[in-house]
């Protein structure tokens, strides 16, 4: 299990739109249909990753709390799933099934998507107002698989109740770590 943190894309950065494929509904779906009222988090996650297992519950909590408050939760996995079969589409919307996601779990095939918001890890979070700017990008919290600190989600909590009230959101962000994005060779 390889500790890879996220790129940290630059605040202010506008979230680079996308269309993908739903694997729970199996429709393609658009960041510009998909968008929050008030913010949408944008997480690079897949199946496998031991650091994505870790926080799933908080997440799927998360997403819970929030979205009736104006922020839109999109999931998207960006794997090479011929060396990762894992990470495969059908077993996406299996893993979306167990875990109780009532957000969507995005497929990129090519992964120009991950590419586009220079995502390294997962989980890579972003959080991006309603203009789609980016406010936020790092870890959920302090935990990681094996630390012994509880997942609370506070530091993605804190940004999106400042984000909710208006208020600034502090710009001393930690990076998220995790397993890589496992690339594919396109040699």
Excluded at 53 to 76: C, D, L, R, V
């Amino acid at each position: 299990m390889a500790d890879t943190p996220s790129n940290m894309l630059p605040l202010g950065t506008k979230a680079p739109p996308f269309e993908l494929m739903d694997t729970v509904s199996g429709k393609t779906l658009s960041l510009n249909g998909l968008k929050g009222e008030i913010g949408t988090i944008i997480l690079f996650i897949c199946n496998h990753c031991p650091f994505v297992i870790h926080i799933n519950p908080e997440i799927t909590k998360m997403a819970k709390e929030y979205q009736e408050k104006g922020i839109s939760f999109i999931a998207i996995s960006s794997n090479d799933i011929i060396n990762y079969p894992q990470d495969a589409p059908h077993l996406m919307k299996q893993k979306a099934k167990e875990a109780g996601y009532g957000f969507p779990y995005l497929y990129d095939e090519t992964q120009e998507v991950a590419k586009a918001y220079r995502a390294a890890c997962t989980p890579d979070i972003y959080l991006f107002d309603k203009a789609l700017g980016l406010v936020y990008r790092g870890q959920l919290d302090d935990s990681r698989p094996g630390n012994d600190i509880p997942v609370t989600g506070k530091d993605l909590r804190d940004a999106i109740e400042a984000l909710i009230a208006g208020r600034e959101i502090n710009p001393n962000q930690k990076p998220s770590i995790g397993c890589s994005i496992k690339w594919a060779d396109r040699r």
